[in-house]
């Protein structure tokens, strides 16, 4: 029986959404999606107010998605320029360096000017609506600027995360065709350089690269770097000068605002593009409930822009709220493992969101570092990426939140923009370990493997069965993708990929992907990419990726290797093969365990069965299952008797 954290008396008396509200607004908003989502739209200063909320459809034949279709807007003006009559000295981001040292607070007004400089800077530059412009670099406040100038003048970003390699980048940058690249100098964490600049020039000399005109680089470390006229401009010498106004451009609410990339079953990452109006509407109205937003609160994100976190609850959805946005540079064990706390104290953070991972990680140096910081500021914790085991969930509660911060376990993905299963503090009872319920609006359901609908406390296949005003609109590029991947698999409903069960008091628990995805340290990688990256390998004849479970990351990586013929499998080679799988996709993509196998089991027809490769990394060659259609079945024996981790 999982332990039960009811909602504290103290935390609903002040809260925005008590149980009452929210089972009333629940209930209205998936009774009269259109009623509730037109009056949440509201929130936002509309150029054009829409007249139309929603026109859906999930049937593969007719798959649409629009909401608010005649509505115009424009992003950035409704994170900044809305803010500043009201809030333009409030800061809007507290920006804390990797070496603790280093720190600075920024206001409405400030960021205001900054990004309507870069903004003009763009549109000097040639960058319009609807181009396409990368940005990668560390986290840093121009990181937020380049996001907010891009949208200010309806040009589509597609953020790549600093620490991926330039292959990565160059395969991002070739599948949307951007036309500029912002990047810096050097990225730093836990005291170590990140080579952006260099990455930029190796990526650049990709094939399919060739659409960018300009690398925008910014100074940040003063390292030295190699700068290659007329492409290579300097961030600072070019917002020098630039006018710090600009008329915000007027956009369609579904006009796209940024492609993220993000991994698959199969194939290469899939360029996730969201719109403009409902996923701001999503984000913001998100944001505030699932973080009991007040006026006074410091929020702190611990999520890289790079990620869809990053996007929504880092940047967008706390700035479209007026909020104080803590972005954190560095990493939680530098220069020693209390840094998080020492930050919680340094700007008497509030709210406080991370990852499982981080939470683990921590856990295992014990309380003490935790206890020599006060974080008497803290009033609630929160998690995103990966299931949290209730083990953590209630170090979190007890040493972090020193039993008195509620914590929300919120689930959601790139493809949702927004949280969608999650407790609310004020509202809902906490289970560590269970996401919980719904957020208003949004209808999960649980399928058996031919897509019924499974009744009551169960377990199966999350799928939601209606749009919610943050959902992607499509893979960019790539329509047909879209809706084989998220519509065909159960005719009508979005499917997550994600397993669930569902408890007697309706509560979510997600039990991780039921696809060839993975979910190391809570970044997702499909093992294809990893697969495909190790056979790129000259020596490499074929190799097969799953997960297994992993203390710290949740899940790791363990590859199966079969050699070329007469290539000896040497010690050396394993970490070869490695270091080329980092060098390849970047570093969170490192193989944890990669095992030799003279062979893979297959079935007759040829296919890898990928079941009985997990079961044996996962050290339960007792649940190896069917295994009379494999074509070798001494294969499975030899890969048992082999296996690394005993
Ligand atoms: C997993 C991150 C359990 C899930 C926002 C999902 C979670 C994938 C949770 C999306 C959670 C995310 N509990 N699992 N609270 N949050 N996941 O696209 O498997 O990077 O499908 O988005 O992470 O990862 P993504």
């Known amino acids: 029986m999982a332990s039960l954290h009811p909602v504290s008396a103290d935390f609903a008396a002040r809260a925005r959404i008590d149980k009452a509200a929210y089972e009333r607004d629940y209930a209205e908003s998936v009774r009269d999606p259109v009623a509730f989502w037109d009056r949440i739209g509201r929130r936002l200063d509309w150029i054009r107010p829409y007249t139309q909320v929603k026109d859906v459809s999930f049937d593969a034949r007719d798959l649409h998605i629009r909401w608010y279709a005649d509505g115009e807007l424009n992003l950035a003006a409704n994170c900044l320029d809305r803010h500043l009559a009201a809030r333009g000295d409030k800061t809007a981001i507290i920006w804390e360096g990797d070496d603790p040292a280093q720190s600075r607070r920024i206001s409405y007004r400030e960021l205001h000017a900054e990004v309507c400089k870069a903004a ?40 790549v995360f600093g620490g991926f390699s330039p292959d990565s980048l160059a395969g991002r940058i070739a599948d949307s065709g951007c036309k500029l690249v912002i990047t810096a100098d ?23 690269t060739n659409s960018v005109e300009t690398v925008l680089v910014v100074r940040h470390t003063g390292g ?96 479209a709220n007026g ?116 957020f208003f609006g949004v209808k999960p359901a649980i399928v058996d493997a031919n897509g019924a609908v499974l009744d009551g406390a169960t377990e199966g296949n999350l799928v939601i069965t209606d749009s919610w005003p943050g959902q992607m609109r499509t893979v960019y590029g790539d329509h047909q993708r879209f809706i084989d991947t998220y519509f065909r698999t159960y005719p009508g409903m979005y499917f997550t990929g994600d397993g669930a069960r569902r408890d007697e008091d309706g509560y979510y628990w997600i039990t991780g992907r039921v696809d060839d995805v993975i979910n190391v340290s809570g970044h997702r990688l499909g093992t294809a990419e990893v697969e495909s990256a190790l056979v790129a390998h000259p020596k490499v004849a074929e190799a097969a990726v799953v997960g297994y479970p992993h203390d710290i990351k949740g899940q790791g990586i363990y590859a199966y290797v079969t050699l070329k013929s007469g290539e000896p499998a040497t010690d050396a080679l394993r970490k070869e093969l490695v270091a080329w799988v980092r060098k390849e996709i970047g570093p969170i993509a490192t193989p944890d365990q990669l095992q030799w196998a003279p062979g893979l089991p297959k079935t007759r027809s040829g296919k890898i069965m990928r079941r009985i490769l997990r079961k044996i990394a996962e050290n339960a060659p007792d649940q190896l299952g069917d295994t009379s259609t494999l074509a070798d079945p001494s294969v499975v024996k030899n890969l048992v008797d082999e296996r690394l981790v005993k």
């Open 323 to 438: 909020a104080t946005t803590v972005m954190f540079e560095g990493v939680p064990n530098w220069p020693d493992t209390s840094r998080f706390w020492q930050v919680v104290d340094k700007h008497q953070v509030t709210l406080f969101y991370t990852a499982p991972t981080a939470i683990r990680a921590l856990m295992r140096e014990g309380e003490a570092p935790v206890k020599k910081a006060s974080r008497a500021s803290l009033r609630l914790l929160g998690t995103v990426g990966e299931p949290i085991n209730p083990e953590a969930w209630e170090w979190y509660w007890r040493v972090v939140g020193d039993g008195r911060c509620p914590i929300v376990d919120t689930w959601w993905q790139t493809e949702t923009g927004g949280i969608l299963i999650t407790p609310l503090a004020g509202a809902i009872d906490q289970k560590p370990g269970s996401a919980t319920k719904p």
């Open 224 to 319: 030295a770097v190699a700068m290659q006229p007329p492409r290579d401009r300097w961030w600072h010498a070019l917002m020098e000068g630039q006018p710090a106004t600009h008329a915000a451009v007027a956009m369609n609410a579904e006009d796209p605002l940024f492609i993220l990339y993000t991994s698959g079953s199969t194939g290469k990452p899939k360029g996730v593009l969201h719109t403009t109006g409902g996923y701001l509407v999503y984000v913001s109205y998100t944001h505030e409930c699932v973080f009991d937003l007040r006026e006074d609160d410091v929020y702190w994100c611990t999520a890289d822009v790079g990620w869809v976190t990053g996007h929504s609850y880092l940047v967008y959805g706390p700035l």
């Open 186 to 208: 050097e990225g730093l964490r836990g005291g170590k350089k990140v080579p952006l600049k260099v990455n930029v020039d190796e990526a650049l000399q990709r094939p399919g």
């Open 120 to 159: 003009n800077l763009l549109a000097n530059l040639g960058v319009g609506k609807g181009d396409r412009v990368a940005i990668y670099l560390p986290m840093i406040p121009e990181a937020a600027v380049a996001m907010l100038a891009c949208a200010r003048i309806g040009a589509v970003h597609t953020v």
